[in-house]
C-alpha cells in the first residue's frame, strides 16, 4: 500500500525540493484516497469546504503531498487551496439571497468596500403550462455573458430558418434591447477600402459604387481569382461567391453561391440605388426549396418582418415567422456615406405560424422591456393559445472597477 504523508506550509516564497527538509506545522500520516486540509488557525479541515487565505499574512496555503513509492524513492505533490480574487473575506457561508461583492478603494491603500446585492428568488406560477422556454447561455472567448433563445419552426421537408433572440454583454443597442438581437439573419455591408486588401484607406462613399468594398457577414470580399468569371468576388476565404448586379452604374442587388449548392439573393431586385446594407432576401437549397425574407425600411435600416418557408415558390409556402416593431427613442444617428442611420425600431413580439395565412400559431414570444436610459429586455414570455410557460427574467446591473472606477457595462 502507497503511503501519503501530508506537510501543511503556510509560506508562498517556500519552494519544494525534492530532497530537502520541510519547516511544518504538522505532519499528518494517510493512505491514498483520505484527503484533508488547513484552517488558517492550524487546525484540520475535512476536503469539501471552503479554502481559505491567510488574512494576517495575504498568503495563500498549500500542502505538501509525500508519496512514498519505495525506500529512497518518494514523490513529492505541492497543491496550492483554492483562492478568490480580490482577496475575498468570507466570514461564514454565502446563500443566493445574500451574495457580496468585494471592492478595493484604490485611492485608499488597504481599505476594502463591501457591497451587497439581493438576488430574487422567483417562484413558479402553478396556473401554467409545465414545461420552461427553451435557451442556453455561455461565455465568448473575450469574456462576454451570452443568451440564445431559439424560435421554433415548423416541420417542414426543407431546410427552416434557424431564428433566435441572441444575447451578448459586450455588444450595444440592438433591435430586441440592449445587447439584444436577432440572430441568423445575413447581409451584405457596403464600406471604404483598407491599406491590408487594397493598399490604401479611403472612406466609404456610395456616389462611386465602383471604388467601394463589400463585406458578407463580416468577411471581406476579394476579388474572384477562379474559373467562375461571372462571379466577381468570393470571400477571403475563397469559399463562396458572389456576383453584383446593377441598374444602370448603381449596384441593386447581389446573388451568392455557397459550397453547399445554396444560391442566396441579397437586396432587393427592383432596387435602383447604392445601398449601404444589402439584406438576405430569399435563399434556394439544393432541392429547389425556398426561405424568403420580407423587411420594412425604416431610419435607412432594415428591420425582418416576415420569414416564409417550405414551398418551391413563393406561393406555395407552408409556414411563416412574423415581427412586430415598436418606434424607440433611446438610439443615436450613426453616419456612414453620408447616410444618417437609424435604429428607431424595438422588436416587441414574434409569432411562430404552422402556415402561412397565421391562423395556426406555432408559438408567440413577447418581449417586456424597461426604459433606463436604454431599452434593457427585462422578461420574454411565451405562449400557444390560452396556455402559457413560465417567463424568462433578466436584471441587469453594473460593475465598478472601483470606487473612482470607470464603468463596465
Not at 41 to 51: A, E, H, K, R, W
Not at 107 to 131: C, D, E, F, P, Y
Not at 150 to 173: E, K
Request: hydrophobic share 35%; proline share 3%; with cysteine.
Amino acid at each position: 500500500m502507497k503511503t501519503f504523508y501530508t506537510l501543511y506550509l503556510r509560506a508562498l516564497c517556500f519552494f519544494v525540493i525534492t530532497a530537502g527538509v520541510f519547516p511544518a506545522d504538522k505532519v499528518y500520516s494517510q493512505i491514498a484516497g483520505d484527503t484533508a486540509a488547513l484552517y488558517k488557525n492550524g487546525g484540520v479541515q475535512l476536503s469539501g469546504s471552503q479554502p481559505l487565505i491567510n488574512e494576517e499574512t495575504d498568503t495563500l496555503e498549500y500542502t505538501i503531498e509525500a508519496e512514498i513509492l519505495a525506500p529512497g524513492d518518494t514523490i513529492y505533490h505541492r497543491r496550492y487551496k483554492g483562492f478568490v480574487l480580490d482577496n475575498v473575506k468570507n466570514e461564514g457561508p454565502v446563500f443566493l439571497t445574500d451574495v457580496g461583492k468585494l471592492l478595493k478603494n484604490k485611492s485608499t491603500s488597504g481599505q476594502r468596500l463591501m457591497t451587497t446585492r439581493s438576488a430574487t428568488v422567483l417562484s413558479i406560477n402553478q396556473q401554467n403550462t409545465v414545461g420552461a422556454i427553451n435557451f442556453s447561455e455561455g461565455v465568448t472567448s473575450s469574456g462576454g455573458k451570452t443568451y440564445t433563445v431559439p424560435i421554433p419552426t415548423a416541420p417542414v421537408a426543407s431546410s427552416a430558418p434557424q431564428i433566435a433572440l441572441a444575447y451578448n454583454s459586450q455588444s450595444g443597442n440592438g433591435v430586441a434591447g440592449y445587447g439584444w438581437n436577432l440572430s441568423g439573419l445575413s447581409a451584405i455591408t457596403v464600406a471604404g477600402k483598407s491599406i491590408y486588401y487594397d493598399g490604401v484607406a479611403a472612406p466609404l462613399d456610395l456616389a462611386k459604387p465602383t471604388e467601394c468594398s463589400f463585406y458578407l457577414d463580416g468577411t471581406r470580399l476579394v476579388s474572384n481569382t477562379g474559373s467562375l468569371t461571372e462571379y466577381q468576388y468570393e470571400t477571403a476565404q475563397g469559399f463562396v461567391l458572389v456576383k453584383k448586379h446593377l441598374s444602370g452604374s448603381n449596384i441593386a442587388y447581389f446573388t451568392v453561391a455557397y459550397p453547399d449548392g445554396r444560391i442566396a439573393t441579397f437586396g432587393l431586385k427592383n432596387n435602383t440605388s447604392t445601398k449601404h446594407v444589402y439584406p438576405l432576401t430569399e435563399i434556394k437549397d439544393f432541392k429547389g426549396y425556398l426561405i424568403n425574407f420580407e423587411y420594412i425600411e425604416s431610419g435607412n435600416n432594415y428591420y425582418v418582418s416576415k420569414i416564409k418557408y417550405g414551398g418551391k415558390t413563393q406561393a406555395t409556402h407552408l409556414a411563416e415567422i412574423r415581427f412586430n416593431y415598436v418606434a424607440r427613442t433611446d438610439f443615436t444617428p450613426v453616419y456612414t456615406g453620408g447616410v444618417a442611420v437609424s435604429a428607431n425600431k424595438l422588436l416587441k413580439s414574434i409569432v411562430s405560424y404552422n402556415s402561412v395565412n397565421g391562423t395556426s400559431e406555432l408559438r408567440t414570444y413577447t418581449l417586456t422591456h424597461i426604459l433606463n436610459n436604454v431599452q434593457q429586455l427585462t422578461q420574454i414570455d411565451c405562449k400557444t393559445g390560452s396556455s402559457s410557460l413560465n417567463p424568462l427574467q433578466f436584471a441587469y446591473e453594473y460593475y465598478y472597477a472601483g470606487s473612482q472606477g470607470s464603468l463596465v457595462k
